[in-house]
């Protein structure tokens, strides 16, 4: 049943033939314009365009250039040359191909595992193993990958010393590997597709597995010609973005690949900027692949979830999908398996971090049997000024990008859902593109912009709002889209033919309708203010110093126990906001947080 | 219609960046601005003292912050920006930490887009110098400073040292076989065995000072190349995961951290004082542009004060100042060892810009994925 998002048909306003044989009389021209909400559209273009446009200009502008902006720079193709002339772009390709392919692939496996057997099964405790699948979304990054960074170490890894007791003195792990980051970063980043795909399992009609099971099919049978092909749609959007998140990412290649030598597109363009002077133009140029990469992805992804949600709208007939029964030892083993790999996957690097936080300095009992126990890394959190300053900072940063990201959203959301503006279209790629743009690249030329643009937005807050409402504002406008989509339009056209203008009814009716959605889009954006690394990493200042940028900077200078206690601190807390997520989406249906996604 | 808009929005989003473009370039010139601070600071040189440090803490706390870009560790930054914020009620210090070269690097950017945000910096020696030659950075007055001579020039005060050992894991190397020297690193049997950072710039600087440049670029291209050590950002992690067990030596770890994980925290960990002794400054300046001119000195006069060093001495940092004690007998004797060898500017001259030279081709370039 498509919904308004459907592309105009010949009945809508817009496509009446003027003058034709029952329309209406032509209505005056400013009030057409009205009609067609034009102002609206005009503001959102231009917020638009300074949010995405003007740094992804920016970013072409630098690469064919030799100079930063201000410099009297001149066009030239120096810079492109110099990044793709060379073979050295090329083990920066595989690696960055690797990683990301890698990656969503594991973090794809498990979390559609989990899925199905939470959402199409009846293995005991999935209430427990629904609460641990949602750790990885809490606990930041750069924490999780010192965990397993400890864990794995082929000298100093405590899984490698607890082998050495069962008579395995060869070391089996390795923390600096290919194989080890796409592990971790997989490993990290299963909570996503578990969310879409089980929100894809939980809404699958049953009647068409139950034709097939009736028609004399096989269970694996009916699962690879029913089941796959009707959830083809959810597999290909979560595969596509998850592999545009894995290939933006710092925490990993940041932690792991730089000591290991393992560049990828995120941390060749934070080294490059290491560089005194930092060739900016240099590196805009080796951003221009990272981005073309991931903006087609985003285009595919883009297509496929718009088709998916001309379709979103919940029918009348009430549903919900049989369960596979699982009886006597199957479900046992197959409750053992989903929480072994709940087990590794969460609580493993978990109980890392608090054994961590509670050393004076990593070391393994090895040599000198249990080492002593100590609070000092939690009085070190409590009583650090820089900690609880970068606390307060994140909280009013993420806070006000929440809020404004979700207004904005609103906004949008309403205009693609419920109007025939002109340009609405536009205005739904262009609030969708950011996902594209990875963060460094995105904090590289946001910096360049608000250096040159001396409006007294660089080094403050300010720029790290407009970071991240311009990165994050396509969450939300997901989110509130996917709520839009799934109201029906007359309680809106009713207030208008009861005579409210359109800002109220905007406020009075549109609003409340999409507030479950809204909300979980502002948790959403506040929580990954907390969490993602690559975007402040190019941002921080004085003022302005994120808890992600203060957890690397606590990292790099080898102070784990710090890091760790601070990441339990913080994972406590974004647990504490990720349970009125969990309350809010329970109320309204997991859709809201996988539509958010 | 989607093409119809993107055109004249892309466009315009092209027109407002090539707007920006041009619209910072019309700032004041670095040697005008450097001129002004100066002559403000020859003025009160040529006051006498008491009446000049009057006038420097009146005028500073008018100005009521500093801002400080430093590579100093983040606890220990903390520790004495609250230290001068006690001692100077009313000022605020307002701190951005990284690492090198990332404050330099972020003091170029401001600078080069006419942001200036900064008073006082450090970083590594190499990059203060070329500030020094840009114009970028204001000549000092003496009054206040209580350093020793050694540790201070026209333009740059190094407040506090890191002199640079070889330090080992001594569950991993029995002390008896422990490097006592740089050859010594060049043994087979360290192969794979071995940790560095990633800019050991001052241990280079000063094998460059002792054996010249065409002996040094031998040995660190062996060790590089032959002995394939682990390459780290920051010496704070590398004495970190010495301590865990990761590595078995490491060839340029800092005095105080050593010292302080294997007295305090009672850590696996020996070492060996070299001479010469490679010893990391950060010699720290005042911006041209600073825009808290006064502060600025404050804090740089303070940092270079009995005072500051007596806190800093506290907060386990290495400072040279007559009469300090370090509280820890290992670190004052490696402090008063005559074989220190400071990279102060002074002292570096062209041989800063050789090691960073050999550290860029055979260290820096192995991280970045392209190096041999």
């Given at each position: 049943m498509p919904t308004s998002t459907a592309p105009a048909t010949d009945r809508s306003p817009e496509h009446r033939p003027a003058g034709a044989p029952g329309s209406a009389p032509r209505a005056p021209f400013l009030a057409r314009l009205r009609g067609r909400n034009l102002p609206v559209t005009a503001v959102l273009l231009a917020i638009l365009a300074v949010l995405v446009l003007v740094p992804l200009v920016l970013i072409v502008w630098q690469s064919l250039t030799n100079a930063p902006p201000g410099e009297g720079a001149s066009f030239t193709f120096e810079k492109i040359t110099q990044a793709y002339g060379?073979?050295?772009?090329?083990?920066?390709?595989?690696?960055?191909?690797?990683?990301?392919?890698?990656?969503?692939?594991?973090a794809f496996v498990i979390g559609t595992g989990l899925a199905y057997?939470?959402?199409r099964t009846n293995v005991p405790f999935r209430r427990l193993a629904y609460g641990l699948i949602l750790f990885p979304l809490v606990v930041p990054g750069t924490v999780t990958t010192t965990a397993w960074m400890l864990l794995l170490d082929k000298n100093v890894g405590l899984l490698n010393y607890l082998l050495t007791l069962v008579g395995v003195h060869q070391p089996i792990f390795s923390a600096y590997s290919m194989w080890s980051m796409i592990w971790m970063q997989g490993a990290d980043r299963f909570a996503l597709p578990f969310l879409l795909m089980a929100a894809a399992f939980r809404t699958l009609d049953p009647g068409l597995e139950e034709a097939s099971a009736m028609s004399g099919a096989s269970f694996p049978r009916t699962?690879?010609?029913?089941?796959?092909?009707?959830?083809?749609?959810?597999?290909?959007?979560?595969?596509?973005?998850?592999?545009?998140?894995?290939?933006?990412?710092?925490?990993v290649p940041g932690i792991i690949g730089i000591p290991a030598h393992i560049p990828v597109f995120a941390t060749y363009v934070y080294l490059l900027s290491n560089n005194v002077p930092f060739d900016v133009n240099l590196a805009s140029a080796v951003s221009l692949s990272y981005i073309a990469i991931a903006l087609i992805a985003v285009w595919v992804y883009y297509r496929s979830i718009r088709q998916a949600e001309r379709f979103a709208v919940v029918g009348g007939k009430n549903f919900r999908p049989d369960r596979l029964e699982l009886h006597g030892a199957r479900k046992w083993v197959t409750a053992g398996v989903m929480h072994l790999v709940l087990l590794v996957t969460v609580v493993l690097p978990l109980a890392m971090l608090v054994y961590l936080s509670l050393l004076s300095y990593y070391h393994t009992p090895a040599h000198g049997g249990?080492?002593?126990?100590?609070?000092a890394s939690y009085r070190w959190v409590l009583d650090t000024p820089e900690v609880s300053s970068a606390f307060v900072t994140n909280a009013e940063v993420g806070i006000v990008s929440g809020l404004a990201a979700m207004l904005l959203a609103a906004v949008i959301a309403w205009v693609v859902v419920r109007t025939k503006a002109p340009g609405r279209r536009l205005i739904d790629g262009l609030a969708f593109a950011p996902i594209a743009i990875p963060g460094t690249v995105l904090g590289l030329a946001l910096a360049a912009v608000y250096l040159a643009v001396p409006i007294g937005v660089y080094g403050t807050i300010w720029i790290l709002v407009i970071a991240y409402v311009s990165k994050y504002v396509s969450y939300a406008v997901r989110a509130t889209h996917s709520s839009l989509t799934q109201v029906d339009g007359s309680l809106e056209e009713a207030a208008t033919a009861a005579g409210a203008g359109g800002f109220r009814v905007f406020r009075t009716v549109t609003l409340p309708l999409i507030a479950p959605g809204a909300l979980v889009a502002f948790l959403y954006v506040v929580t990954l203010t907390f969490k993602a690394l690559s975007l402040p990493i190019m941002l921080t200042s004085a003022n302005a110093t994120m808890l992600p940028v203060?957890?690397?900077?606590?990292?790099?200078?080898?102070?784990?126990?710090?890091?760790?206690?601070?990441?339990?601190?913080?994972?406590?807390?974004?647990?504490?906001?990720?349970g009125i997520s969990a309350l809010v989406s329970r109320r309204f249906g997991v859709a809201r947080i996988s539509g958010a996604l | 219609m989607r093409t119809r808009l993107f055109v004249p929005l892309a466009g315009a989003a092209a027109a407002v960046v090539l707007l920006a473009a041009g619209c910072s370039s019309g700032g004041p010139s670095n040697a005008a601005a450097a001129k002004t601070v100066n002559s403000e600071f020859a003025a009160l040189q040529a006051m006498p003292p008491a009446q000049a440090e009057q006038k420097l803490v009146q005028e500073a706390t008018k100005e009521g912050s500093v801002n400080w870009y430093t590579v100093t560790q983040g606890d220990d930054a903390n520790l004495l920006a609250q230290a001068f914020e006690k001692a100077y009620p009313g000022i605020k210090v307002n701190l951005t930490r990284s690492n090198e070269p990332g404050i330099a690097n972020t003091f170029n950017?401001?600078?080069r887009a006419h942001h200036y945000n900064v008073d006082v910096l450090d970083d590594d020696v190499s990059y203060m110098d070329q500030f020094h030659t840009s114009g970028l950075v204001a000549n000092i007055p003496t009054f206040g400073i209580d350093v020793p001579a050694a540790d201070r020039g026209e333009w740059w005060v190094v407040p506090d040292i890191q002199p640079a050992i070889i330090s080992w894991n001594t569950n991993l190397v029995p002390n008896s076989q422990a490097p006592t020297n740089y050859q010594d690193l060049l043994n087979p049997k360290w192969k794979g065995k071995l940790v560095i950072d990633v800019s050991p710039d001052s241990t280079v600087q000063t094998l460059i000072a002792s054996w010249g440049l065409p002996k040094a670029t031998q040995w660190l291209t062996q060790l590089m190349n032959t002995q394939d050590p682990t390459i780290l950002q920051s010496h704070t992690q590398i004495d970190q995961l010495m301590a865990a067990g990761k590595y078995a030596v490491c060839v340029e770890c800092f005095a105080y951290d050593v010292v302080n994980l294997k007295d305090n925290d009672h850590a696996p960990l020996n070492y060996a004082v070299v001479n010469p002794t490679p010893t990391p400054t950060s010699p720290t300046v005042i911006a041209a542009h600073a825009p808290h001119p006064y502060a600025a000195l404050l804090l740089l006069d303070w940092l270079a004060s009995k005072p500051g060093a007596q806190d800093m001495a506290k907060f386990g940092m290495v400072t040279q100042t007559a009469g300090v004690n370090l509280g820890s007998s290992a670190l004052n004797q490696i402090r008063d060892s005559s074989t220190l060898f400071l990279d102060t500017p002074d002292k570096?001259?062209?041989?800063?810009?050789?090691?960073?030279?050999?550290?860029?081709?055979?260290?820096?370039?192995?991280v970045a994925g392209s190096g041999s």
């Open positions: 060379t073979s050295s772009i090329l083990p920066l390709i595989r690696n960055s191909a690797e990683f990301a392919v890698g990656s969503t692939v594991v057997l939470t959402e699962f690879r010609t029913v089941t796959l092909p009707v959830l083809r749609p959810a597999i290909v959007a979560c595969l596509l973005i998850l592999f545009v998140e894995n290939l933006e990412t710092f925490e249990v080492p002593p126990l100590s609070l203060l957890t690397y900077n606590t990292i790099q200078a080898g102070n784990y126990s710090d890091v760790a206690a601070l990441g339990v601190v913080t994972t406590v807390g974004l647990a504490v906001l990720t | 950017t401001e600078t570096v001259g062209s041989i800063a810009a050789e090691a960073q030279n050999l550290v860029n081709t055979l260290v820096a370039a192995k």
